[in-house]
């Protein structure tokens, strides 16, 4: 059971671009959303993280928007760069007993210059 | 450089052999996550110890076992390996216990079984 949906599952934009990917959740107890950044032969690093209690998110040229009462929530990159083609991953988190990430399968972005 | 060193960088073996893979978190990270991508599956949580206990579980098989030393290095333990354990593994490393924590990753062990 995929408990974070993400898509698209690939995105190609023009420089300059502003991307977006989505990803929703089922699991109410979620209460941490981060992003990370993957780029080949690398391991993810985290980009950017939000907590349920807002509803926008930005640092730099990325920005988290979260619906809580969807269940959504999207990155957006604002004038995108060649640079940020990667792998992008949603992921939902959440405390109790059972401390772990859940991670969307990801999205390949390419930027085209 | 996230600080996580992961040893070795590739494997190859074959099927029903057995494979360590090692992990050395952050200095002063008590907290170690191993995690198995493959293209299907996307990245899936394998297991989570910290300060030396197990402390969360997710999709780990029980052919697949880790432990957390003293000198909070772990150790992925893979066993009966079959051709779909053919991956990249991740371990990442974060102060505390909790999700909440950034976690870093290292550059990950690709795993090929023959």
């Known amino acids: 059971q995929q408990q974070v949906k993400q898509s698209p599952q690939s995105l190609i934009v023009q420089k300059g671009g502003i991307p977006i990917i989505n990803c929703a959740y089922e699991n109410t107890a979620f209460d941490y959303f981060p992003w990370y950044q993957q780029f080949p032969g690398k391991g993810p690093a985290l980009l950017i993280a939000i907590r349920p209690d807002v509803s926008e998110k930005k640092e730099g040229r990325f920005t988290i928007s979260f619906n809580k009462s969807a269940k959504q929530f999207s990155l957006h990159i604002m004038d995108s760069q060649p640079g940020d083609s990667a792998t992008y991953f949603c992921?939902?988190?959440?405390?109790?007993?059972?401390?772990?990430?859940?991670f969307g399968k990801g999205t390949l972005l390419t930027v085209n210059p | 450089d996230s600080g996580v060193t992961q040893t070795p960088k590739h494997l190859i073996t074959a099927t029903g052999q057995r494979v360590t893979l090692r992990c050395s978190p952050r200095?002063?990270?008590?907290?170690v996550y191993w995690y198995q991508q493959s293209l299907d599956q996307g990245l899936q949580f394998l297991i989570q110890y910290y300060n030396g206990e197990e402390r969360a579980k997710g999709n780990i098989l029980e052919r697949f076992s880790a432990q957390q030393f003293p000198d909070l290095h772990s150790e992925l333990n893979l066993s009966s390996l079959e051709l779909g354990d053919s991956a990249l593994y991740f371990c990442?490393?974060?102060?505390?216990?909790?999700?909440?924590?950034?976690?870093?990753f290292g550059p990950g062990t690709r795993l090929t079984v023959l």
């Open positions: 200095s002063g990270d008590l907290s």
């Open positions: 990442a490393s974060s102060l505390y216990q909790v999700p909440h924590n950034e976690q870093f």
């Open positions: 992921a939902a988190g959440s405390g109790g007993s059972n401390y772990k990430l859940t």
